[in-house]
């Protein structure tokens, strides 16, 4: 089994200094929509006073229904996708919907501008209902995926929640500063497990860090892939820039890189191979010995990009 050492962790670190709302509207031919503070009810015809959020939310899957918006002759309403699921049999009366559209809701979802479902994370934007959905899907303050990739992890969260799940319930190892220096032993480098892996948090800049090391398969031989991702979003993460080095009889391997934000899957990055890759024979000639055993010592560095003002370029903060 492939083992990871940390000889040493170098340089202490430079800090830098879903659920849909309950949101209601009145609906007036005479006054604009208005969003108070306190929710509101709409009164529709044949239906009872009710929030918005019932009437558009779908009571099979019970997501937001977008149109086409079907109902039976009872006006039970279901979303499209739905419709399929229940083999064209309404689920709350059991009557046939046939191809009715409830053009009314339709319409009522139309006029409406509701705050991005993240707004309590911190958004503050307003959108139309019809292009809600797509801002969500790319909000800067949706929560991040668990970076974990030694299994299908489906924790989300802010920062600060997905780095104590990392150290709490997975094990990670956790170090401050913006320099490491790893081991890579493996005893049979000639059979390697598709995603043999690991990973290391660093903290550094105020800012956390993963550090993935692993060996997979690509065509019929093994390599070694080294990798760091950003615990944070794409903008900020082009703020820095990090290096990983391999080497041993007078010869080294670099590579160098800005590190890829965590709103890119583990798989993603390794897949694109945006990162420091060893084939199997460099990597036993860099072992040493006699070829039976893998031994690579991998180093690296973190760094901050900082804007020099007069020269308009972009000036390294090392970590002294």
């Not at 007036?28 to 509101?40: A, D, E, G, I, V």
């Not at 501008?113 to 209902?129: R, V």
């Not at 995926?145 to 299994?151: E, Q, R, T, V």
């Amino acid at each position: 089994m492939a083992t990871i050492e940390m000889d040493s962790v170098e340089c202490v670190s430079s800090s830098d200094g879903i659920e849909d709302e309950d949101i209601q509207s009145s609906v007036s031919s005479h006054h604009p929509l208005q969003y108070p503070s306190k929710p509101q009810s709409i009164l529709l015809s044949g239906i009872g006073p009710t929030s918005v959020h019932e009437l558009l939310e779908c009571p099979v899957c019970t997501n937001s229904m977008y149109p086409p918006i079907h109902q039976c002759h009872n006006g039970h309403t279901l979303c499209s996708t739905c419709k399929t699921r229940v083999h064209n049999r309404c689920p709350t009366c059991r009557q046939e919907l046939g191809d009715i559209r409830c053009l009314a809701l339709e319409k009522v979802a139309e006029s409406l501008e509701l705050p991005c479902k993240y707004c309590s994370l911190g958004c503050p934007e307003i959108f139309p209902y019809y292009s809600k959905l797509k801002h969500e899907a790319v909000c800067n303050f949706r929560p991040y995926s668990c970076p974990y990739a030694g299994s299908e992890c489906s924790v989300t969260g802010d920062i600060p929640y997905l780095v104590a799940h990392l150290r709490d319930d997975h094990k990670v190892d956790m170090h401050s500063g913006c320099t490491f220096n790893h081991r890579y032993v493996k005893s049979n480098p000639r059979e390697v497990e598709n995603a043999t892996w690991m990973l290391t948090v660093f903290h550094c800049f105020g800012q956390y860090f993963c550090l993935h090391f692993e060996a997979f398969q690509l065509g019929m031989a093994p390599v070694y892939m080294a990798f760091v991702r950003f615990m944070g979003d794409e903008v900020e993460a082009r703020n820095y820039s990090y290096s990983l080095e391999v080497g041993a009889n007078g010869r080294k391997h670099i590579w160098e890189g800005t590190p890829r934000s965590i709103r890119d899957s583990h798989r993603k990055v390794r897949d694109s191979h945006d990162g420091l890759i060893i084939q199997r024979n460099m990597a036993l000639f860099f072992s040493c010995g006699d070829r039976k055993e893998l031994k690579l010592r991998v180093t690296g560095r973190i760094w901050k990009e900082q804007q020099n003002s007069d020269a308009g370029v972009c000036m390294p903060n090392l970590c002294s």
